[in-house]
Each structure stands twice: as structure tokens, then as C-alpha cells.
């Protein structure tokens, strides 16, 4: 036999259920990310800063993206720095100053 508190509990549960029903999204997963509008920093240098798991994977992000190697800081946590001419997701910016750290 249920008491009043369970009672209450369950009641309590239906009915936040039933006044927050399930979010659906706002971009279907299918459609790909854009930065809106693409002329976003034109004519300027961007700083894109990328965010890697581990120190070893981010050492290998700016070494695969740089195309004439990187300058690091010896921190704790390395930061790698490289300036490069395009950036797909600004492509109106002069340039695209690249810091890649974990």
C-alpha cells in the first residue's frame, strides 16, 4: 500500500513530465554547422583556438594543420601558435592566427 508521500512523489513526477516535454532541436543533427554569415571577420586576422584531449593530440592537430611549423610556449600545458592565410569556416578574414593547447 503506498503511503502519502509516494503519493505525493508520484503525482509530483507526472506532472513535471507532462509541463516539460521532450526538447527537440532547434538544427536537425543531419544539417551541417555554418558560421553565419561567412563574411564574418573580413579583412581582419581571427584567432581560431582548437581544444585537444590530451598535450600528444594537440601536437599533432597543429602539426597537421600548420603548414610551416608552430611556436610553442613550455607551460604546463603547451599552447602551439601558427598564423595561417584561409580559414574554411571565415573565409572573408586575411588571416586565421591558430592557438591549439589540451
Avoid at 558560421?35 to 584531449?53: D, F, M, R
Avoid at 611549423?69 to 574554411?88: C, I, Q, Y
Wanted: aromatic share 2%; glycine share 2%.
Amino acid at each position: 500500500k503506498e503511503t502519502s508521500n509516494e503519493k505525493s512523489a508520484k503525482k509530483d513526477s507526472q506532472s513535471s513530465d507532462d509541463n516539460n516535454p521532450p526538447l527537440k532541436p532547434s538544427v536537425p543533427p543531419s544539417t551541417p554547422q555554418t558560421t553565419n554569415p561567412l563574411s564574418y571577420g573580413k579583412n581582419t586576422t581571427i584567432t581560431v583556438l582548437h581544444i585537444a584531449e590530451k598535450p600528444s593530440i594537440a601536437t599533432a592537430i597543429a602539426k597537421g594543420l600548420s603548414p610551416s611549423g608552430t611556436n610553442s610556449s613550455s607551460r604546463a600545458l603547451p599552447v602551439h601558435e601558427f598564423t595561417a592565410k584561409n580559414f574554411p569556416k571565415a573565409p572573408e578574414a586575411a588571416t586565421a592566427r591558430h592557438k591549439v593547447t589540451s
